[in-house]
């Protein structure tokens, strides 16, 4: 059984949890939502630290709750690691000491060995004869992830593992997660309430409620579906992953080939190679990205522009319309190949270009986030 199986029921005050969860068993399922929406509870429950819960709990053919078993392990004899939004490191050790502190009671073999590979994944050698007090909250937190790799864990549960860290503490450890996900086989449920986060991290994106499940599925379908009351940050916008095609570099330009695109809209017999043009920092040619596109830097034209500064244009199908809290507003999702765009416009445009689902138009793209 190549998935992580999760039915959980638990009463809170503020809520009740009951999730019915079927994730892979590999990259990282993100648990998104605001505060009190039992996004920690979750964790907790699959860590066997909420006693009180029911259901079953499964992580590829390890069954590690099930009620109707009567099996429930403790937290101590499930394989997994656990990291807190502190870190939780010992005063008085160094980090060496740290790191090894956690293997005095693990049964995993070659210990040795995978705290070697954990402390150069990490990148984390030269702190190794540090005291704890002369780290920073990324270097705290780097560690505390290497503390729980070392145990060898089969699934590893992260809880707002950067919440506490200023914005540049947290630009350098998101790199290390990055890597964490692209190089590692062990599956990883992560917390989180910020969009940055959301967008750069998630294979899977696991939206809640009060409780609930909202949506669920692969990042990009989750956050490009506009039935969803899902606004991740300040705006809405489509995560679209590629590879980097070619490179302008007079122009300090990247060409990201993003799917095949449909041929009606562009007026061709044959799918043209849909791509859009982003800022180079550094890419090679092969490279996948990730480019996020919000729907403010979107808008339509029944034709194909010309003469006009913007680089990006996708012909596209209008695929739904749908009002927006201000009566002004419209947004649509548009289907480009086999991709999806949101686009926020006025209701006046689409009055004044008679835009209606299942239409023909070219969607324009200002401006498009790279997402490292």
Not at 195 to 213: I, K, N, P, S, Y
Not at 232 to 249: C, M, P, S, Y
Not at 293 to 305: C, M, P, Q
Not at 343 to 364: I, P, S
Request: charged content about 20%.
């Amino acid at each position: 059984m190549s998935e992580i199986r999760l039915q959980l029921d638990l009463a809170r005050s503020s809520f009740n949890l009951e999730v019915d969860l079927h994730l892979p068993v590999q990259g990282i399922s993100v648990i998104y939502g605001p505060s009190g929406s039992g996004k920690t509870t979750l964790l907790r429950c699959v860590a066997g630290l909420e006693t009180q819960a029911r259901g079953h709990v499964q992580v590829g053919l390890d069954i590690w709750q099930d009620d109707s078993l009567g099996l429930s392990l403790p937290t101590s004899h499930r394989p997994l690691g656990y990291v807190f939004q502190e870190a939780s490191l010992f005063a008085h050790l160094d980090v060496a000491a740290n790191l090894t502190y956690g293997l005095k009671r693990s049964k995993a073999p070659n210990q040795e060995v995978v705290l070697d590979e954990a402390i150069a994944l990490l990148g984390i050698g030269d702190l190794l004869q540090r005291s704890t007090d002369q780290l920073s909250g990324g270097e705290r937190q780097r560690v505390a992830i290497a503390r729980a790799l070392a145990t060898q864990p089969k699934l590893l549960l992260l809880d707002e593992p950067l919440a506490s860290l200023d914005a540049a503490r947290k630009h350098d450890i998101l790199p290390w997660l990055e890597k964490l996900r692209d190089e590692l086989k062990i599956p990883m449920l992560y917390v989180t309430h910020a969009a940055d986060e959301v967008v750069r991290l998630a294979d899977t994106l696991v939206v809640m409620e009060a409780g609930q499940v909202r949506a669920v599925g692969p990042v990009t379908d989750v956050l490009s579906n506009i039935d969803l009351p899902l606004v991740v940050g300040d705006d809405v916008g489509a995560l679209i992953e590629g590879f980097v095609h070619a490179l302008d570099k007079p122009w300090h330009l990247a060409q990201v080939r993003i799917s095949k695109a449909s041929s009606g809209a562009a007026g061709e017999g044959n799918p043209t190679v849909a791509s859009l043009w982003v800022r180079d920092s550094g890419l090679q040619i092969g490279q996948p990205v990730r480019l996020r596109v919000l729907a403010r830097d979107v808008s339509i034209t029944l034709e194909e522009a010309q003469n006009t500064s913007i680089q990006n244009h996708l012909p596209c199908v209008v695929e739904s319309i749908h009002a927006e809290s201000h009566p002004s507003q419209v947004l649509l999702r548009l289907r480009c190949g086999e991709v999806f765009l949101l686009a926020r416009v006025t209701a006046r445009g689409v009055h004044d270009l008679g835009l209606q689902v299942g239409m023909q138009a070219w969607a324009q793209v200002k401006s498009v986030a790279l997402v490292k």
